[in-house]
């Protein structure tokens, strides 16, 4: 017997990221959308759910989901890009606020598990923390990188498991490390404790088993044909996995019996219910039961509308591994048996490509193969035209984001206003570069570059100059709300009362922002406060100062006192940042800027060292040289190449972070290309050119580098 369609539950506008299944009656979704909800299923229905309750919104993407049981208390627990941990009465309402708020994490939640009294989270920020009774009591640091599962496998003996975009998982006792398995090639991003061990999944496209007792994988399961996404196990042992290639797959004795697959990109994560039937979560906002129970499927009526919905889904060629068309086989090839889970592409007798699948016993059809929009078929995306809109899974985990394309710009440029847009971590910039690159070769670029006329061969310039400034982002409303109430309390001078806290909620709230409010408080605590405090001043300054219609007359002083605080390096960062926003500002922040006293001044300051040890103090220091780089080129603003080159030389041997490094490079060469300089070539290219000779973005951009010195 195979599993069929048994619900479909509508509902969410976005991707549904994250399901649990506290029974058999209840399902919990959580999504981009930003909200949680409750569906539970119809009185007398063996397969109707009534329409999802929203059960709390958050302020930000909802990526993880896990459910509290403990001493009869019962709570739903989610996490998402704000980086707080919400605890919510599993009956509540969005109206009503969260019964608990664990605060902690620096970056995004993305992993959430529960067991006992104890509840383990996992972040982007490298970290998983293990919580009881609303505390952190271990803070598990070992990771290199973003901890994307993280599990509980005994809460009596404080045992954990956790597995990273660094390509381990690690078990824990306590905060302490006690063993690490390797073997994955990518990022592992999900795990399932077993009975002597325990299974993950990775963007390898490879499922692993491990046992306790060995290091290395005793069992590999493949057959997925992109990044596998979570995993469950069925009431029987079998395995239940899902992933980017818009599958969901059943596993027995480690071969697949049976592959569902379904109309959308990414099949996000999946749960099992008590009895058996699984529960997908799609990046079309749909949630869908299967069960193999014939008492619990759909309607054929229903069964056959789905089908058919899959067999005309749209499945984007730059998805696919090259595709020769000339070579495709016709129908003729659905004639032989395939492999359980077999994809395969053929023509139709009118040309078009179609995907079918291997499912069951039988080709099923799975979609239509569409190409992107090519550089003479413009796509409307926010209002603006576009030569390609790419469907785009990041390596590291962002949802299926549309990612808009301009021949005529720079991909790196394409790559940081796209991960800006979505709160992305820098760190991914090289991977969307790869992705924009490798997907639109052979592609002329249609504009003309303003320096074409120079002796240098600019035509072969596909980098510099860089053409827009690099966007940033502020602490959402929320954030910043529990920021400003938490450090407070703590000042000796310029403490706010309850009511001018309201004040500043509802100046940042509601359909327009009251900035002088804003504005008036955000001087009080950068003036007033301690060191450490002023930052969430500064966070409020930044988060209006794109948008204000004029300069404040004290906005130098603000800036000046940010960046001569003493052992605050987080104040330090954040004034760097409302520096980069000033850079958005469309009224006056051009004309402010081009002053070249400000520069001056810049580039003069001695920081304290230490400082630079902080790896976001790295990127907006770079991100503010790239960006008065751009400023550079835009305007041939000249003055200003001297005191940046003179910056960029200070400050590299300070930086030894890899996306501020490039960023660092790309504020050189945009430099550069607005007048070409006959000084010598300083050190620090020579120490980033051998350190970096395999790293094919840096390579690409020292390479125009040097042309433009030649």
């Excluded at 409307?380 to 984001?401: M, S």
């Excluded at 760190?427 to 592609?443: C, E, H, P, R, W």
């Excluded at 100046?507 to 405090?533: C, P």
Aim: proline letters at 4%; hydrophobic letters at 35%.
């Amino acid at each position: 017997m195979s599993f069929k369609l048994s619900a479909s539950l509508k509902g969410h506008e976005q991707d549904v990221r994250a399901v649990i299944s506290p029974s058999n009656e209840t399902i919990v979704s959580a999504s981009r959308d930003q909200t949680v909800r409750v569906w539970n299923k119809a009185e007398n229905s063996e397969n109707q759910w009534n329409d999802g309750i929203i059960n709390h919104r958050s302020t930000g993407f909802i990526n993880s989901l896990a459910y509290f049981q403990d001493d009869g208390l019962e709570l739903i627990i989610s996490g998402g890009k704000n980086q707080l941990i919400d605890l919510t009465a599993p009956y509540s309402t969005q109206e009503e606020d969260p019964v608990s708020v664990l605060i902690g994490h620096e970056a995004n939640v993305c992993s959430l598990d529960s067991k006992g009294p104890l509840i383990i989270s996992g972040s982007w920020d490298t970290t998983a923390k293990v919580w009881q009774d609303g505390s952190v009591l271990y803070d598990l640091k070992g990771h290199s990188a973003s901890v994307w599962d993280v599990k509980i496998i005994d809460a009596v003996n404080h045992e954990f498991l956790t597995c990273s975009a660094d390509k381990t998982v690690k078990r824990w006792k306590g905060d302490k490390v006690i063993q690490t398995f390797t073997g994955h090639t990518d990022v592992v991003r999900a795990l399932l404790l077993l009975a002597n061990g325990f299974a993950s999944c990775s963007n390898d496209a490879t499922i692993r088993i491990y046992d306790y007792n060995d290091p290395r994988p005793t069992n590999i399961l493949t057959g997925h044909e992109s990044f596998i996404y979570s995993l469950g196990v069925l009431p029987n042992g079998d395995l239940v996995s899902c992933g980017e290639d818009r599958s969901c797959r059943i596993w027995s004795d480690h071969q697949c019996q049976q592959v569902i697959n379904l109309p959308c990109v990414s099949v996000w994560d999946l749960s099992v219910l008590p009895n058996g039937d699984i529960v997908l979560a799609g990046s079309d906002g749909n949630i869908r039961v299967f069960s193999k129970d014939p008492a619990r499927q759909a309607s054929e009526e229903a069964i056959a509308e789905f089908e058919e919905l899959l067999a005309n889904s749209a499945i984007s060629e730059s998805t696919l591994d090259n595709i020769n068309k000339e070579k495709l086989p016709s129908y003729e090839a659905l004639k032989t048996p395939g492999k359980e889970g077999q994809t395969i592409m053929v023509k139709s007798p009118v040309g078009v490509v179609e995907a079918y699948s291997f499912t069951d016993g039988k080709w099923v059809k799975i979609g239509t193969v569409i190409g992107g929009s090519g550089n003479d078929t413009k796509k409307t995306y926010q209002g603006k035209e576009w030569d390609y809109i790419f469907d785009i899974d990041v390596q590291e985990g962002a949802p299926p984001l549309k990612l808009p394309y301009n021949v005529s710009e720079n991909p790196f440029t394409a790559a940081a206003r796209f991960l800006a847009d979505n709160d992305l971590p820098a760190t991914y910039a090289d991977q969307i570069v790869k992705f924009i690159l490798s997907n639109t070769k052979g592609v002329e670029l249609g504009s003309k570059d303003p320096l074409e006329e120079s002796s240098i061969n600019r035509s072969s310039l596909k980098i510099f100059p860089i053409k827009e400034y690099l966007p940033v982002k502020f602490s959402s409303t929320e954030a910043l709300i529990k920021g400003v109430t938490k450090l407070n309390t703590t000042q000796k001078q310029g403490q706010l009362t309850a009511t001018q806290i309201d004040e500043i909620r509802q100046a940042l709230s509601g359909g327009g922002v009251d900035r002088n409010v804003v504005l008036t408080y955000a001087t009080q605590i950068i003036q007033k406060w301690d060191n450490n405090s002023k930052l969430v001043g500064l966070d409020l300054l930044g988060s209006i100062i794109a948008n204000v219609p004029t300069p404040p007359d004290n906005l130098f002083d603000l800036i000046n006192t940010g960046l001569k605080v003493d052992k605050a390096p987080n104040t330090f960062m954040l004034t760097l940042r409302c520096l980069n926003s000033i850079f958005q500002n469309r009224y006056w922040g051009e004309s402010l800027l081009r002053d070249e006293t400000l520069i001056n001044e810049l580039s003069s300051y001695e920081f304290d060292s230490s400082y630079f040890e902080k790896k976001n103090v790295q990127i907006e220091l770079a991100t503010m040289l790239l960006n008065f780089a751009v400023l550079t080129a835009k305007f041939n603003e000249l003055a200003l190449q001297g005191p940046i080159l003179r910056a960029i030389s200070s400050f590299a041997k300070s930086i030894n972070d890899e996306e501020a490094r490039y960023r660092l490079l790309t504020a050189y060469g945009t430099s550069i290309s607005a007048q070409k300089v006959d000084s010598a070539e300083p050190t620090w290219l020579e120490v980033f050119e051998k350190e970096y000779s395999t790293n094919q973005r840096f390579v690409a951009v020292i390479k125009e580098i040097k042309l433009l010195r030649s």
